[in-house]
């Protein structure tokens, strides 16, 4: 068989088992990265492989040999860690660096000490012991997150210390990389190898983060306007590679480079939409990753040392546990919150398969231990949910309802307005608004308008509110209404459409341009419409004023009060101006 012959049966079958496998996985309500692991142990050496030595048709469903899939799986961790860099954004730090630096980063580091020094007493090496510390006391960020999201409480006290506690980690990912890397050196060269580390390690953030500003921003600008998605994701994904080959060509992971990459473009208007473009990228290259890992474990392991893996996986997450709840308790926190936020956090997460195979590659770990640490992390992310899940009823029987929730982040909020198209009649509508401290979120698919006005400090994101993934990254499913104030006739339509028919118990107000307009938007799913133009903006701002809850008085004073001190509009503004 030849060697392209070989790749292509082999992505076949990882592909025909993914296909298979993941989605009973997903019914049955568990993350799909314990999908993949799953898809990996049964095509892997150690699960059918064993079955081919006596039924010979079964190797061509076996991937042998994980080097065939490595190059990918490399790419799946690189745009992981360009969604991390992605998902923190400085805002975001400086918004919850209490929890972040404070309760996330004495959890790391109480964790990570805690596990090494039990690991070193049970007869593991001092540098075995501080990678299983390092790998163990991250937690999932994908099963959290997804937890917290289908149950519509990220906002609430236990998702915010969760989400901040989660956020610390994620920073924590390139140190964590840098010292596993410096373990293979001997021990008098580990610390000056660390320092001259970080050190070019500070040296690229300044050269790629500076360059970025200046070169990839304005041209995603540029992209942006040309309103082609295909240009669009080229540029992205040519920003993700370029930084993380920059980030190679200094000697460092590649990884890097795209948490670089990501961190850039963070705290820019296309977030949303670069996050929903790059996604299926990220979901397929690291289900790819984790298949590989899956083909490293060996399931005879788990029966021959059951009882060592079962006291690992219940002690690291008990010890977890605790770590956490303590400090929710010395954050102030109500024993109710620190308890569920010690529970979500308890399991061990997918970071410690990164951090394992790294260690492994190198030679820092043997692949015993490796096999070892992949089992336990394996099987803690599995009862994940189940922790979770009991968590939360002991609460709710036991304990007070939770405070309200605080401070978010725009894909986080509840309660919230989403103004789609942000010209004249969306700003009016936004003013409004902002009058009686109603949370708006705004999204454009103007990007020249989308920078003017972030640069003036509007909450307005760049991206086409008809796609699913947009309008979910804006929190819709927590929303009180949505907005449509677009003047393009079929692209209004088609938003509306689209929007009732995924969240057909969302409030949607929409501006129309004639009758035989608003009957169209009425009939796809439109709660209430308006006709044109500033008047339009005024009954349409007071219209969704009384459907977020405020009494029909005040908000028709508002209006007439805004109405009072406006200009008389010219003719040309009659026929939508700004739009």
């Known amino acids: 068989m030849s060697f392209a012959t070989h790749e292509i049966r082999e992505a076949v079958v990882f592909l025909g088992a993914a296909g298979l496998i993941v989605p009973a996985i997903h019914r049955l309500r568990i993350s799909p990265t314990l999908g993949f692991l799953a898809v990996g142990v049964i095509v892997g050496p150690f699960g059918l492989g064993r079955l081919a030595e006596t039924v010979p048709w079964v190797e061509a469903l076996v991937i042998e040999d994980k080097r065939t899939v490595r190059f990918a799986a490399e790419f799946g961790v690189i745009f992981l860690l360009f969604m991390i860099g992605l998902e923190l954004s400085f805002e975001r730090l400086r918004a919850m660096w209490r929890i972040a630096f404070l309760v996330g980063g004495a959890q790391v580091v109480l964790c990570a000490a805690g596990i090494a020094a039990i690991a070193h007493f049970s007869g593991y090496l001092p540098d075995i012991s501080v990678v299983l510390g390092s790998a163990f006391a991250m937690s999932s960020t994908a099963i959290i997150m997804h937890l917290l999201t289908e149950t519509g409480r990220l906002g609430t006290p236990v998702g915010q210390m969760s989400f901040g506690v989660l956020l610390f980690q994620d920073l924590a990912v390139v140190p964590i990389l840098f010292m596993v890397s410096a373990l293979r050196l001997d021990a008098d ?3 000056p190898a660390i320092a001259f580390a970080l050190g070019k390690a500070i040296l690229v953030i300044i050269v790629i983060l500076p360059v970025g500003r200046l070169v990839a921003r304005p041209l995603l600008r540029i992209v942006a306007g040309a309103k082609s998605r295909e240009l669009f994701l080229a540029t992205v994904l040519l920003t993700i590679i370029g930084a993380a080959a920059a980030a190679d060509a200094a000697e460092f992971s590649p990884a890097l480079g795209a948490f670089l990459a990501g961190l850039l473009l963070a705290d820019t208007e296309y977030r949303p939409r670069i996050a929903v473009d790059i996604e299926p990228f990220k979901g397929l290259l690291l289900g790819v990753f984790f298949v590989a890992v899956g083909l490293s474990i060996d399931v005879t392991a788990i029966v021959a040392d059951w009882r060592v893996i079962l006291a690992w996986a219940f002690g690291v997450m008990a010890l977890k546990a605790v770590c956490v709840y303590a400090l929710a308790r010395l954050a102030r926190q109500p024993p109710s919150v620190a308890f569920e936020t010690a529970a979500l956090l308890g399991p061990i997460g997918e970071f410690s398969f990164v951090v394992t195979e790294l260690a492994q590659s190198l030679g820092v770990i043997y692949e015993d231990t490796a096999q070892f640490a992949l089992i336990v992390a394996s099987l803690t992310m ?8 009991g968590a939360r009823w002991l ?19 509840s309660d919230h ?3 789609v198209g942000y010209g004249r009649v969306g700003q009016d509508i936004g003013d409004l608004l902002d009058s009686q401290e109603i949370t708006h979120v705004a999204i454009d698919v103007d990007a020249r308008r989308v920078a003017q006005l972030r640069a003036q400090g509007f909450s307005i994101y760049h991206g086409d ?9 804006l929190g819709v499913e927590q929303a009180a209404a949505l907005v449509v104030t677009m003047d393009d006739a079929k692209t209004t339509l088609q938003t509306v459409d689209a929007a009732h028919r995924d969240w057909p118990d969302l409030p949607i107000f929409a501006r129309v341009r004639d009758e035989a307009h608003a009957a169209a938007l009425l009939k796809a799913g439109a709660t209430s419409v308006i006709l044109e133009a500033r008047e339009a903006a005024l009954q349409l701002g007071e219209t969704v004023l009384v459907g977020v809850g405020l009494p029909e008085s005040v908000a028709r004073d508002l209006v007439a009060e805004r109405r009072m001190i406006a200009q008389e509009p010219s003719a040309s503004e009659k026929t939508i101006v700004g739009q």
């Open 189 to 191: 060269a580990v610390g």
């Open 382 to 389: 599995a009862m994940a949910p189940l922790m979770a899940l």
């Open 395 to 413: 609460v709710s029987r036991f304990a007070r309802g939770e405070p309200e929730s605080f401070d978010l982040f725009p894909d986080q909020i």
């Open 417 to 419: 307005v989403i103004v």
């Open 465 to 473: 509110a008809r796609q699913y993934e947009i309008l979910a990254r």
